[in-house]
C-alpha cells in the first residue's frame, strides 16, 4: 500500500506520549498525531481522547525526506456540510430627528453634555496643584532654598 499525501487511512494507536500518539499504518511503517492535531478542542492529554490498541482514522499530512509521516485525527473527519446562511434581516428603521426642543439629536447631545461638563467642573483657580503644595513653605520647618 503506497501511502501519499492527502490520504485518510485507518491505523492503530501503538504509543501514547505528552506530545502526541504513534500510529501503526501497516507494512512497518507508523506515524505520529501532533497533540495539536488530535482534537478541534484544546487537548491537555492526549489519553483523554485516544487509548493504545484503539483503530484510528488518520489524515497523512506529510511524509519527510527521512521517512517520518504526520498524522491528523482531527482532519481525517469529515468536515460537516456549511450551514445554510441566515437570511439578512432587514435594518432597522433609524429614528427620525425630532424637534429642537426634544434635544435627542447628536449636536444637541453634545452641547448639553458639554454644558454639564463645564458646570461640574469646579474653579481650579483656588486650588494648588500638588507641586505648588509641596513646594509651599511651612511654618516652623527649616527651608533650605533661603
Known sequence: ??????????????????????VSLGEGKSGLVHI????D?????VS???SVGDTVRVRILAIDADGKIRLSIKKAVDAPAPSPRPAPRPAAPSPAPSSPTGGTTLD???????????AN???SSSR???????????????????
Open 1 to 22: 500500500m503506497e501511502l501519499t499525501v492527502g490520504a485518510i487511512i485507518e491505523g492503530k494507536v501503538t504509543g501514547i506520549t505528552k506530545f502526541g500518539a504513534f
Open 36 to 39: 495539536s492535531e488530535i482534537s
Open 41 to 45: 478542542s484544546f487537548v491537555t492529554d
Open 48 to 50: 483523554q481522547f485516544v
Open 108 to 118: 444637541d447631545m453634545l452641547k448639553r453634555f458639554m454644558s454639564e461638563s463645564n
Open 121 to 123: 467642573q469646579a474653579p
Open 128 to 146: 494648588r496643584s500638588g507641586y505648588e503644595k509641596r513646594s509651599a513653605k511651612k511654618p516652623n520647618r527649616r527651608n533650605y532654598d533661603d
